[in-house]
């Protein structure tokens, strides 16, 4: 209903403006601006839904503001294409219809009603509504009850007996197992699913719906919500710091944690959580390119499952060789959305839905094929009787090929388990969600039958058994969770590693580099990422009172407030305000501790004003005192008038003589 509301008021302010309006500049200026804003939201809205089914959530905000390398995006090309013709056309059409009659005189009243009816639109929006309630979600009290559920564990197994393998699959829900649904999609894992310990009723939690979150749940009891102002997320250098997750349990019980996985291990910050809590040992697509028998064979995201299964095979029969205890996690990725990938050794390459291939259903059969044959050979191995198998989804499927047949049916996450030491047949049909994997291997394993909010399903009450509205129920512990992350609310003393590239304050740990906005009541840390603009670039938007630390290369901040450091690619702190007082110190040792000191000044708008003129010079034009270039340094000699072809990442650090005052190029 509020969608056709929206797309009505729309309608209404474009037709008002254009047949009643006339003509001015600024009316026209901002009565464009908020249809266009309504616009955007409505594509951003329906790309999300293209991604997730969901519209714009927690995924779509947390996978935006972290870290987007090693994406799979080849799939997604052509929608992006289509998606900016259609704004460039769309805004061309505004344009033109809403200057139609732009001869006739100006009317103030037309414009005021249109102007109003294109914000009514932009408020009565779907995106509009999920966006704000993202933003609200993230600054409520949260629920008084969440100590009372959340539990920390013991951080050690008392004489653990027992080696875990753990695979995660990609999207790869319980529904698909379903075998009248879709006849003989899962023959291989379904038979091996039918001898072990099979969860029927795994749930689906807001905050557990996408890979990493999947990934957190399952390990830390938790959903994982995270504060997303200033892409914090992604600047800080641990991960729910706090927690004691399953990792850091196996860890202090002396199991070296193993994780392998075709793609990128940076993508979302998986890197970063995992070595937060207990793994010391990663595997991805950058790391397994001088181990697997052919680095060229991958598909969009990484290396195919039939490759990453392998390497899990090896890693398996190594580290059941050496007599250690071990936990040995594997995610798979070829299940994909939104239409999979098929490797080249599995013999189910082809599954027909209405009598047409369906590649998402086709891409589950053969990756099923591929995690059943691994765990065959390690029953088949004579260390299984020490090991547990556990085989999950991360999450259930987003939108993909195979959507609209999966939503006819109850659908539910994939959650079983095989004990060497005890085979065991049983479907358990009690209510539970993916919160409470960790914990019923906890359990399994000699430990605790708690994690965070999760439940062992063996011997516990999963919460989802306990509240009617399990997800209403997250969706009020959010903020809780939020504050999980730790992030500090002030800064006084803070210590820089420039070996580990590390900031250190109030409790929290921060990658270098980083701008941090500091307040009163509030810490605000500003990252610079391959998606963000340069931390220079994000200084410049401060206003001239807000306090500022910004730790950087020396040269960066040196060319505004201290020449002689304009050549130095050490760290340096500068602090203070653009209107005011900047001060910058050389960070001169391994460990280096510096105090937070904002003078009360009077404020010079000329000198904010040349401060922020600065901050905004592109590279090219930055110049230095200097007889030749260096290539780590942005910029060039002051002499040099203009340059062009000089690259900086095929000669770092290198210092080219060249005849100053001339134009370079390579």
Not at 308 to 327: D, P
């Amino acid at each position: 209903m509020s969608e056709l509301l929206s797309i009505a008021l729309f309608l209404a302010s474009v037709v008002l403006y254009a047949w009643k309006a006339g003509r001015n500049t600024w009316w026209f200026a901002a009565t464009l601006t908020v249809l266009g804003l309504f616009v955007v939201l409505n594509i951003t809205l329906y790309a999300s839904d293209y991604f997730t089914g969901d519209g714009i959530n927690d995924a779509v905000l947390y996978t935006l503001t972290n870290s987007l390398t090693g994406a799979g995006i080849g799939k997604y090309i052509l929608p992006g294409v289509g998606v900016a013709v259609a704004l460039v056309a769309v805004f061309g059409a505004l344009g033109w219809v809403l200057r139609r009659r732009r001869h006739h005189p100006h009317h103030v009243g037309y414009s005021l009603a249109a102007l109003l009816l294109a914000l009514a639109s932009v408020d009565a929006s779907p995106a509009f509504h999920q966006i704000s309630e993202l933003v609200k979600s993230q600054s409520r009290e949260g629920d008084p009850d969440f100590a009372a559920y959340y539990k920390e564990p013991s951080k050690q197994i008392d004489n653990p007996q027992l080696n875990l393998v753990y695979i995660y699959g990609e999207s790869l829900e319980r529904t698909y197992f379903d075998n009248d649904a879709f006849p003989n999609l899962t023959p291989e894992l379904g038979r091996i699913k039918a001898e072990a310990i099979d969860f029927s009723n795994t749930m689906q939690l807001p905050g557990t719906d996408y890979t990493i979150a999947g990934m957190v749940a399952s390990q830390c009891g938790i959903p994982l919500f995270a504060p997303f102002e200033g892409n914090a997320s992604a600047s800080v250098s641990s991960f729910f710091p706090q927690n004691i997750c399953l990792g850091d349990i196996l860890k202090n019980s002396g199991y070296e944690n193993y994780f392998v996985q075709g793609a990128n291990l940076r993508f979302a910050g998986k890197d970063v959580f995992l070595k937060s809590h207990g793994f010391d040992h990663l595997y991805g697509a950058e790391e397994l390119k001088t181990t697997v028998a052919d680095p060229t064979y991958r598909n969009d995201w990484g290396f195919y499952d039939d490759t990453v299964l392998n390497e899990t095979w090896k890693k398996f029969e190594e580290l059941s060789q050496s007599g250690k205890r071990f936990s040995l996690f594997a995610l798979t990725v070829d299940t994909h959305h939104p239409d999979g990938f098929i490797s080249r050794t599995c013999e189910r390459k082809r599954y027909d839905v209405d009598g047409k291939k369906n590649l998402s259903f086709s891409a589950v059969s053969c990756s099923q094929e591929h995690i059943a044959a691994l765990i065959e050979k390690i029953k088949a191995s004579p260390y299984f009787k020490n090991t547990v198998i556990v085989v999950s989804s991360d999450h259930l499927a987003m939108k993909n090929s195979a959507w609209d047949y999966l939503n006819k049916h109850d659908r539910s996450n994939l959650f079983f388990v095989l004990r060497g030491d005890k085979p065991q047949q049983e479907t358990l049909a009690v209510k539970r969600n993916t919160m409470d994997n960790g914990a019923t291997v906890l359990d399994i394993l000699g430990g605790d039958n708690y994690i965070g909010l999760g439940r062992s399903s063996l011997s516990g009450q999963s919460l989802s058994g306990i509240f009617m509205n399990m997800k209403e129920k997250v969706l009020a512990w959010k903020p809780d969770v939020i504050r999980l992350w730790n992030f500090p609310k002030e800064m006084k003393n803070f210590t820089i590693d420039s070996q580990k590239n590390m900031i250190a304050f109030s409790g929290s740990h921060f990658r270098l580099p980083l701008l941090l906005r500091v307040s009163d009541q509030r810490v605000e840390p500003l990252p610079e990422s391959e998606y963000s603009a340069p931390l220079r670039f994000q200084l410049a938007d401060f206003a001239p009172r807000d306090n500022f630390v910004w730790v950087d290369r020396c040269y960066k901040m040196g060319q505004l407030w201290s020449p002689e450091l304009a050549l130095s690619t050490d760290w340096c702190v500068s602090q203070g305000q653009l209107g005011g007082e900047q001060k910058v110190q050389h960070v001169d040792k391994p460990q280096w501790h510096g105090k937070t000191a904002f003078r009360d000044t009077l404020i010079d708008m000329e000198r904010y004003k040349g401060n922020v003129d600065t901050l905004k010079i592109v590279d090219n034009d930055i110049r230095y005192k200097a007889d030749s270039f260096v290539f780590n340094v942005a910029g060039a000699p002051e002499e040099v008038k203009q340059f062009s072809g000089i690259s900086a990442s095929r000669v770092v650090g290198a210092v080219v003589q060249c005849s100053v005052g001339q134009r370079r190029e390579d």
